[in-house]
């Protein structure tokens, strides 16, 4: 199975554990038509998802909760070899948000050309535990803070990534650390970013 699958409206919140896997040799398109979210996913719900490219999501929301264009997380999510291109949202968190209590490990994925009006042009992580390996961050911004990345309390661990081209107004062209997260930084990689500091502590 190849192609492209372009949503007519947003797809049921998913409730229950699943796995949802592309093809291991060419990832499957899901875009959003620049109008709706992908991925809703409940408190407790435990979902692995890979082998997917998630395109042109768009989410007008508010920048407390759910606002994230391709997946919003309150439960627990995996992530693998998982493109992420072109998505918006008027909240914060371009291509993901994961909300209090949830869990979210992204591992060997892609994240390209994520806006945000408000903060994280790729990845919001409020109050969680989050867990980046391997990914790249290329062209990501954010018109306030963290152009690729915030993080909000809780804990978050990044190891082996590559930033670069990422960009923010208020800060943290990268990476912006906001009210006693705790991040761990491992053998991280930063180029060509902004001029809001690659790296930004609050």
Known sequence: MSGTITLGNNLPKIEKNIKITGPSLKNIDISGNDEYQIFDIGVSAIVEISNLNLNDASMNGEEDENCSAAIYNA???TITNVKFSNNH???????????????LVVNNSTFISNTATSMAGAIYAYDCTTTINNCIFDGNLSDTQGGAILADKGNITITSSTFRNNNSIGGGSDIFILDGA??????NTFDKNGGAGEIYTN
């Open 89 to 103: 949202t008027n909240g914060s968190g371009g291509a993901i948000q994961s909300n209090t209590g949830s869990t």
């Open 182 to 187: 705790i991040l761990t930084n491992n053998s």
């Open 75 to 77: 439960g627990n999510l």
